[in-house]
């Protein structure tokens, strides 16, 4: 799977935020819930058009993103 399949970036959409292709749903929205615990089953039945294909893409998205920064010592 490639997350860039599911998700883009436009420029009037949700202030350019990454959004899975076709909707107004924002990445961010979707990890922050999974992060509180929210499940995907939860989260199918609330969004209607988003997949577990959008939400697998959304990880794989977030991992990517990880991969790029400088490790920081906390």
């Not at 202030?15 to 999974?34: A, C, D, Q, S």
Request: charged share 25%; no cysteine; glycine share 10%.
């Amino acid at each position: 799977m490639r997350w860039q399949d599911y998700i883009e970036e436009k420029p009037g959409v949700m202030m350019g935020k990454p959004v899975f292709k076709g909707t107004r749903i924002t990445v961010e929205h979707v990890l922050r819930e999974l992060g509180g615990g929210t499940t995907e089953g939860d989260l199918l039945k609330a969004h209607p058009r988003l997949t577990a294909e959008h939400i697998r893409a959304a990880l794989l998205y977030a991992a990517a993103l990880i991969d790029l920064e400088t490790t920081v010592t906390l």
